[in-house]
C-alpha cells in the first residue's frame, strides 16, 4: 500500500493524459474539466496530503469545474457561431422571376442572386414566364416554387 501513496503522482498523470486525450476527441470540455481535477489531485498529492484526501480534492475540483467553469465556456465558444446560411439553405425563401414556364416536371427560374436554377412546381399547375416566385426549398439541383405574393415583393 505504500508503493501506491508514494507513486500516486505517476497515476495522477496517467488520469491527466487519457483524460486530456478524450477531451481531444470529444471536444465538449467534459474531460478537460476532469483533467483539471486530477491536476488539484496532484497538487495536493505533491504538497503531502495523504491518497484519500488526495481523490476528494480531485473529485471536487472537477464538480466544481463542470457546475461553475464549464457552462460559461461552452456558450462563449458557441457565441461566434455564424446564424447564417450557406450553400443550397441560403436559397430557401430566396425570390425571383420564371424564365421557362415552370410546371411540375420541368422549367427554369432566374434568383435575385443572380443563379439561374431548374425549377418545379407542387401540384397541377404552371407558372408563366415573368412570373414573380419564391423558393420553397431545394432537391439536389431543382427548386421548388410557389408565386411570390404582392406583400412579399
Do not use: C
Not at 483539471?36 to 480534492?57: D, M, R, T
Request: glycine content about 10%.
Amino acid at each position: 500500500m505504500e508503493a501506491i501513496v508514494q507513486f500516486a503522482w505517476i497515476g495522477w498523470l496517467a488520469l491527466i493524459a487519457i483524460f486530456l486525450a478524450v477531451e481531444m476527441v470529444s471536444g465538449e470540455l467534459t474531460f478537460l474539466m476532469l483533467g483539471l481535477g486530477g491536476v488539484f489531485g496532484l497538487g495536493s498529492g505533491l504538497l503531502g496530503a495523504p491518497l484519500w484526501l488526495q481523490v476528494i480534492v480531485a473529485a471536487a475540483a472537477a464538480v466544481a469545474l463542470l457546475v461553475f467553469v464549464r457552462p460559461p465556456l461552452l456558450r462563449r465558444l458557441r457565441r461566434g457561431a455564424d446564424p447564417k446560411s450557406f450553400n443550397v439553405d441560403a436559397l430557401v425563401g430566396l425570390s425571383g422571376v420564371v424564365t421557362e414556364t415552370v410546371t411540375a416536371m420541368s422549367g427554369r427560374v432566374k434568383l435575385v442572386n443572380g443563379d439561374s436554377w431548374s425549377a418545379r412546381v407542387r401540384g397541377d399547375r404552371s407558372l408563366a414566364p415573368q412570373t414573380p416566385i419564391t423558393v420553397e426549398s431545394i432537391q439536389g439541383a431543382t427548386a421548388f416554387v410557389t408565386t411570390r405574393t404582392p406583400e412579399e415583393s
